[in-house]
């Protein structure tokens, strides 16, 4: 049964808040509602962060985090590590492994993660700029903190064999992160932990 709403203004506002992930036409309405009952100046606010975020954000043009100007605060940072390239899925995964504070080198950000059911291939993703960073010769070592998932472990083994002909290292993080576990989710103690005692990953990965 199709709800009815007493106002288009209303519908129209719970249908552009349902198209965001998790959250339905209830929770929709209701956020709606709560939004109507502040301020004018809490709204204009809200969207202003929003429309602000969405056309003045940048993306690091070395590791593609997402940031304010063309280089990220991690990647200027000269007290960390640059030998050392963390690869991650997503800003979720720099914001949970930096909460560690286990972890001193850079990062980069793929974009996503290889999934042919969702029409993502490795073009899609940031795959031959991190491989360009390690042409580069200053990397030693690229560690793999992607998602315990089958479409993690295909972007693994996938990026894995494009720096085989490099001469640099490549681990990636103990399985103290259960297989299916988005890294995101995982609590500091176990990430951090795992960032610490990775592994080479032709000894840990089989294909």
């Known amino acids: 049964m199709n709800q009815k709403y007493p106002s288009v203004l209303l519908e129209n506002a719970v249908n552009e808040f349902a198209k965001l992930p998790g959250i339905g036409r209830k929770t929709a309405l209701r956020l709606?509602?709560?939004?109507?009952?502040?301020?004018?100046?809490?709204?204009d606010g809200f969207s202003q962060a929003l429309v602000?975020?969405?056309h003045e954000v940048q993306?690091?043009?070395v590791c593609h985090n997402i940031c304010d100007e063309e280089v990220c605060p991690i990647c200027k940072d000269r007290s960390r590590d640059a030998s050392t390239i963390c690869v991650v899925e997503n800003i979720k995964e720099v914001m949970a492994i930096e909460n560690t504070m286990q972890y001193k080198g850079l990062y980069h950000v793929l974009g996503g993660i290889i999934s042919p059911i969702?029409?993502?291939?490795?073009?899609?993703?940031?795959?031959?700029?991190l491989v360009e960073r390690v042409e580069s010769g200053s990397v030693n070592e690229?560690?793999?903190?992607?998602?315990?998932?089958m479409e993690g472990d295909t972007t693994n083994f996938y990026i894995y064999k494009k720096l085989?002909?490099?001469?640099?290292?490549?681990?990636?993080?103990?399985?103290?992160?259960?297989?299916?576990?988005?890294?995101?989710?995982?609590?500091e103690v176990t990430l951090g932990?795992?960032?610490?005692?990775?592994?080479?990953?032709?000894?840990?990965?089989?294909?």
């Open 32 to 43: 709606i509602l709560h939004l109507l009952r502040q301020d004018n100046a809490i709204v």
């Open 52 to 54: 602000q975020l969405k």
């Open 59 to 61: 993306y690091c043009k």
């Open 118 to 129: 969702d029409g993502i291939g490795p073009a899609d993703l940031e795959i031959n700029s």
């Open 142 to 149: 690229v560690i793999l903190a992607l998602s315990t998932t």
């Open 164 to 187: 085989s002909p490099f001469d640099v290292k490549v681990s990636m993080i103990a399985r103290g992160i259960s297989i299916g576990d988005e890294i995101e989710y995982a609590d």
């Open 193 to 207: 932990r795992s960032i610490l005692n990775r592994t080479l990953f032709n000894e840990s990965y089989r294909m």
